[in-house]
């Protein structure tokens, strides 16, 4: 039991989080909102950044090339991607597809553009249920349309689901289909569509490895949203305790009120106790311990209720100036109430728990 | 005690409802009130209702109203909410202004002015606060020197709701340099078009602009347009804070309204099978808290009115109420999003090429501002402790 | 629509008040607390002081002999006996039994104890669903065992169900029957089990009138314990708030605090805004109007709402003192705390109003 | 990273367990811990604990520890709690007391007391609060005055958690008598039979008495029984204080153990047909955030864990902890009374002829307490946002 980063990880994380901080700061987000054309803001240069520190390979076996690490190592670069609320598909690709295509089998080609080809990618077509995932592709003539596909037009590569004879899961080239713009309240997600064509090319697996393959990709993203939940919770506290110290009404600064330090101190030590079951789930993911889905439920449910605390008092606390545009708030809040939602809100992840916990009971002798 | 209405109160409520359900325009026709083209189709559909005499109807007659009293306005208000009606543009000017105006306006003032108000031929926005007094409104700094026949507004006013299309501005300013705090203010009605004014538009969270900073450098206003006397200007100022907060600014019809939409999309939710613990059960009771309290909001205005009917006058509890509705209206908002699980950050379709906020995404970022406008819910809460519960004060 | 009570209304409930506060003082209820042998604290004097107001003659029509008024006088007069815990059957008898006997079309003879006799009467056995109200007489031979009866020792008469063949209600006598004590936290709750026998002189109503008069009677007593914990509230935030306003810590006196005064200020909001709905539900009910379930469930779910947050609040606030059991606070705490979950708690009643609006929204043209 | 436990670790737990299961009495079996019969019942089994090296696991052996680190006291306390291990009437001793005497207390003051506080010979009560210094600690009045060989001590302590029956009290004494605030104040360890000791027991919620006053009438207490320097009291009483709202008090395992309780508690309740809103799932909610709080709990203290182990030590982070667990025991149990619904009040039979508290109602009254001792919640929401957050003093 030793239940805290190592040094190399610590390093890892900060060489991150040096990079995001020249690379992504709300002055490029502001940008983003004010440029939504499908494909603005799309920032070659900042995502080549985070490539050549070797993220996408992280998760890859060393004998393939890539760092042979896992989401020990990655949790905490998601959460400093959370901290900014870095508008690429970071988490996606690192944290989702990468380990998904290594557990699939896919051979060197498939992992060859996360080595060294500048490859995004990023999943869609499949929402979170108590029950397991939901699939949410729709079949069209011999393509398949799929929707709620987060930076979409960042991304190369797309992790989706054909279910026309049996779930199968498949890897498409985004730019071998047609993508359409959703237009999400968070500019800056990049919500988007894809029409594509399942192939021999783009299929990963099928059968019972497709729907397993299926349950972890959903499981990951409800992990690594939760990550960022962490991140983008310490950032709105943290620009909110600034802006309270120095913000005076009635002759004193905001933040020596009472009912100030209360809504900031209930949302810190929401995050206080979230976050050691986020890094507790990526543990378990990552040795595979039999707890992993609990453990995940349990971090999502925690990080999507502190997430929605912070930003509730965070807004609140600001006053008027937090409900503007202009404000750096904006950029935090509106991915926090996003990706509170995503991959399983608190209560669906609650919902989820009580069945794992319903199902031991009755295995177990009373 | 009687909860019924009387036969005129039904008629009064027929006529209503059948005016509106011929003239409301349906839903997503008025663009966004916060865009320069919405807030003409806005004025556009005020000028009906002023035509039709239902944009005022507790207003005196000269004026455009119909010189009801306050059930026949609930009444209105429900129908108005019940047929869907838009967010009404001049919002500022009757809800706010109109009652200070009523209480210290000359016969003069009232005559140039109210009539335009209700038509919607003058659109108003508020000039209350300042960068360095938000919710502190006594530590107001922008000033009005005395000139020949009037004075020459200058500083700084923000979060002016509608400030970036209206005509005319409502506000106060230091008359006496040398007084503090609620001292030597003096409240004025200011024309947005004099020399000197100048409207920097401020986008709110969903990039419309629906408030403005307003820059005074040297304006002119005649003393015909001083509200009250000089130096009275807190005062009069407490007045429209009053109504701001009060029963008068928020028809419980706007939430029992969203709250009987928000069961509705409950029932609508599909039911999630395969696990012993349905997680719309789990939001149902969140959804029925909300309806709750809308319903309590319904009945608690009700009381009030009649107190208000029979000579009351409605004091601290303003601000029980201010919290009450706010708050509310966020937890009804909330819970339909809640049911609207990862779909409800998308926007959806206007029906004019482009997309929109939902109607519940938009109603929840409005609400979110009603915790924190008209003195934010803390204050409210302060003023529940020390002039209701007589707590002593820090 | 006048939506408040008239002078009359007001001068008994005032009259009321001022007796309560002779006969139910804080002192009356700590001695009951210290003395709880079954029969401990009856206050023959108490009880005659209150029925010689006429109030369990209320619901009498005139021409019986009664007052010929209904529930809006008597549901102020309830909320003045919840502010000071009173620990007899008033609403049980005045707002519940006497009301059904009417209801039953019982005759003088029935109605008789609590015109002239001094009568009290509760009920028992029974318990609120949101699908109704859910039977808990248990068939002991030619007997029936009744439990769950509030103040069972104070009071001459019980309202119960006997369902052996069918539901029938019944009206007997507590002292022909055996009574066994119940302990509650809240010992002035007197809480007790009757073994009674069923007879054709006990029999109220049988069939499809004993069940509406079953419903009704839950209905009521949903409504009457909400009208009780209106003024337990009350009085909860009102000792609070004299209490805060002397004691001083940090040398200033704790209700300067925002702190404590957010807590307060909180639940004063919650009370204001569930008084109105329970006062309209009296009305509806004495009105006879469609929609008196639905108000009935209104009220009690903000009541008891409003209860549990002022309970809440009220301990915290009053910090250890407010803990102990010679402090007066734990005398409306624990009663507020048992009414809060008696005949359906917030929670139930919320269930039922959105079975109640869904059943409607069927009804209606889509 | 590395959250699974060592062979060691696991042989441990075994060890604990084994013993557990087989010396743990029956729920119900001691009397409650706050009648004088239950006390004496509760020391019986602190002497068992003793025997067998399980009382005091982390102490040096030379009380009758084992001097094992903080992993091996968590994984004990999981295993007390799992075996259902009867509440520890030496708690203020064993987890207040004892961490500032291993930091302050000279080896004579050592062997005076450690061993007999472990083996339950002893139990301590604390003397902090006074009626005018609740949360204001520094506001204390009782004064000790220099006599020959020792001080006389005067004044009131309240709020003496384990004071109707203790056998020594610690706690602290102003004995410089113009100094203010927190200066001047001494830290005693004092003989509860002494004679000037008069113990008034305050009987708590349910009618039993967990505390006492406790008067102070020229107390004799000797030089040697000064805890730390003279005038250092405040500095020693905030070591106990970090300890009492810091991990040593609250184990996960107690939370954890009434979440899974809890859970079951939940599956058990019967599921009401007939209407749409399953209220089962409505609290299940409920349930299942309590349930997720009390492992949160659980992964935070083994994060704490660590960061002391490697030398690391907790500040204000002790006020977060504080609030958390307070707030998860509270929550835990009204979940609980919740399903219970109206039989919640209901006394249970206590096996004895006569009744008593359910463990759930139990539990709410106690844990109803946490929120308020140890320094109100309110004070440790000022710390958090002070000195975690940076916000200005008021």
């Known amino acids: 039991m030793r239940f805290s980063f190592t040094e190399e990880q610590l390093v890892l994380r900060d060489t991150v989080t040096a990079v995001l901080a020249d690379w992504c700061t709300p002055g490029d987000l502001h940008e983003l909102y004010a440029n939504d054309a499908p494909d603005a803001g799309r920032s070659h240069p900042r995502w080549n950044a985070l490539f050549n520190l070797g993220i996408t390979a992280l998760h890859i076996p060393e004998v393939d090339g890539g760092l042979g690490l896992d989401d020990r190592e990655l949790i905490a670069i998601s959460e400093a991607a959370g901290r900014v609320a870095l508008p690429e598909p970071l988490s996606e690709t690192a944290g989702v597809v990468v380990p998904i295509l290594v557990a699939s089998g896919a051979g060197h080609h498939a992992l060859e553009p996360f080595l060294d080809g500048g490859g995004a990618a990023t999943l869609g077509g499949v929402t979170f249920t108590p029950s397991g995932p939901r699939i949410a592709s729709v079949a069209d003539g011999h393509r398949v349309r799929t929707s709620g596909i987060t930076q979409a037009t960042a991304s190369h590569h797309l992790l989706a689901v054909s279910s026309a004879s049996g779930p199968e899961l498949h890897l498409a080239v985004t730019a071998d289909g047609d993508l359409t713009r959703t237009t999400s309240l968070d500019r800056t997600r990049r919500l988007g569509t894809l029409t594509w064509t399942p192939t021999d090319a783009t299929r990963l697996a099928t059968g019972p490895l497709a729907a397993t393959l299926l349950d972890q990709a959903v499981n990951r993203a409800a992990l690594y949203s939760a990550a960022e939940l962490l991140g983008l919770c310490d950032a709105m506290i943290t620009l909110t305790a600034v802006y309270v110290s120095e913000r005076k009404q009635f002759g004193v600064p905001v933040g020596s009120f009472q009912a100030v330090k209360h809504h900031l101190a209930g949302a810190r030590v929401k995050l206080e106790f979230a976050r050691p079951a986020v890094y507790a789930a990526a543990w378990s993911l990552a040795t595979e311990h039999p707890s992993a889905t609990h453990d995940i439920s349990l971090a999502k449910s925690l990080a999507s209720d502190a997430a929605d605390e912070a930003a509730r008092v965070s807004l609140q606390c600001h006053g008027a100036i937090g409900y503007t545009f202009e404000h750096d708030l904006h950029l935090l809040m509106k991915r926090a109430w996003a990706l509170s939602a995503a991959w399983g809100d608190a209560r669906s992840h609650r919902a989820r728990l009580l069945n794992l916990l319903q199902a031991e009971r009755s295995v177990l002798p009373s | ?394």
Chains 1, 3 share one sequence.
């Not at chain 2, 009652?99 to 306006?105: I, L, R, V």
């Not at chain 2, 005559?111 to 031929?121: F, I, N, Q, T």
């Not at chain 2, 700084?156 to 400030?163: A, E, L």
């Not at chain 2, 008068?248 to 999309?265: F, H, M």
Request: hydrophobic share 40%; aromatic share 10%.
């Open chain 2, 1 to 394: 005690m009687d909860l019924t209405f009387t036969p005129e109160h039904d008629a009064f409520r027929m006529e209503a409802r059948a005016w509106l359900e011929a003239n409301v325009p349906p839903p997503g026709a008025l663009r966004s009130l916060d865009t320069a083209e919405g807030f003409d189709d806005h004025r556009v559909f005020e000028r009906q209702l002023f035509d039709a005499r239902w944009s005022v109807v507790s207003w005196p007659k000269a004026y455009g109203g119909r010189e009801v009293g306050i059930m026949e306005w609930l009444i209105f208000e429900e129908e108005y909410y019940r047929a869907g009606g838009p967010r009404r543009v001049s919002q500022n000017g009757i809800f706010l202004l109109a009652p200070t105006m009523f209480e210290y306006a000359t016969d003069a003032q009232l005559e140039r002015y109210m009539a335009k108000m209700a038509s919607g031929e003058e659109i108003w926005c508020q000039g209350w606060s300042e960068p360095d007094a938000g919710s502190d409104l006594a530590g107001i700094r922008s000033k009005a020197t005395k000139t020949d026949g009037g004075w020459l507004l200058s500083g700084q006013k923000t979060w002016c709701s509608r400030g970036a299309f209206a005509h005319r501005c409502f506000g106060i300013f230091r008359t006496d340099p040398s007084a503090e705090r609620h001292r030597g203010l003096t409240y004025f009605l200011i024309p947005m078009d004099a020399p000197g004014v100048t409207v920097r538009p401020i986008a709110q969270l969903d990039g419309e602009t629906g408030f403005a900073e307003v820059f005074f450098d040297e304006v002119f206003v005649p003393d015909e347009d001083v509200l009250g006397t000089i130096g009275d200007g807190w005062k009069v100022a407490m007045a429209t804070a009053g109504s701001e907060r009060g029963i008068s600014l928020r028809s419980p019809a706007r939430y029992t309204e969203a709250a009987d939409k928000l069961v509705d999309l409950l029932l609508a939710t599909p039911v999630d099978e395969g696990h012993h613990l349905d997680p719309r059960s789990a939001i149902a009771d969140e959804v029925m808290k909300a309806y709750a309290d809308a319903q309590a909001y319904k009945l608690h205005t009700y009381m009030t009115a009649t107190k208000v009917r029979e000579g009351h006058t409605v004091g601290a509890e303003a601000s029980a109420t201010k919290i009450f509705w706010s708050e509310t209206d966020v937890a009804i908002h909330r819970a339909a999003l809640r049911l609207l699980g990862e779909s409800a950050e998308l926007e959806v379709d206007d029906g004019r090429g482009g997309t929109d906020l939902s109607e519940w995404l938009d109603g929840y970022l409005f609400a979110l501002s009603g915790p924190i406008y008209a003195g934010t819910n803390e204050i409210q809460r302060n003023v529940v402790a020390e002039r209701m519960l007589g707590l002593p004060r820090a």
